[in-house]
Nanobody
Framework: QVQLVESGGGSVQAGGSLILSCTAS????????VGWFRQAPGKEREGVAA????????YYDAAVRGRFTISQDKDKNTMFLQMNNLKPEDTAIYYC??????????????????WGQGTQVIVSS
């Protein structure tokens, strides 16, 4: 059973930075995608960024490209989302997700089946 544990988040002022981490366990393959989605109050959940554990493939939503960066620590099965130059519109609950075979949320051609518990990001102006 794949499990995701995410950490990070918090409150910052506009222009500040935060880092989210997502540690995956239970995969029988070293190749999978990890992504972050966010949901702001009253809005639908949207894809933010995703990365591939086996290489440098990354996807970014246009709203965060150039400000958010994905990296990973392969030894710890952990991916990081570095969020710089945060804006008030980035305020949301951020969910870590990972790819899997079962039906889930599809983004950039990747099926995300497993989900973390979510972490709050608040950016004040």
């Amino acid at each position: 059973q794949v499990q995701l544990v995410e950490s990070g988040g918090g409150s910052v002022q506009a222009g500040g930075s935060l880092i989210l981490s997502c540690t995956a366990s239970g995969y029988t393959t070293p190749y999978y995608y990890v992504g972050w989605f966010r949901q702001a109050p009253g809005k639908e959940r949207e894809g933010v960024a995703a990365g591939f554990s086996g290489g440098s493939v990354t996807y970014y939503d246009a709203a965060v490209r150039g400000r958010f960066t994905i990296s990973q620590d392969k030894d710890k099965n952990t991916m990081f989302l570095q969020m710089n130059n945060l804006k008030p519109e980035d305020t949301a609950i951020y969910y870590c997700a990972a790819s899997g075979p079962t039906s889930g949320t599809r983004w950039n051609g990747v099926n995300f089946s497993y989900w973390g518990q979510g972490t709050q990001v608040i950016v004040s102006s």
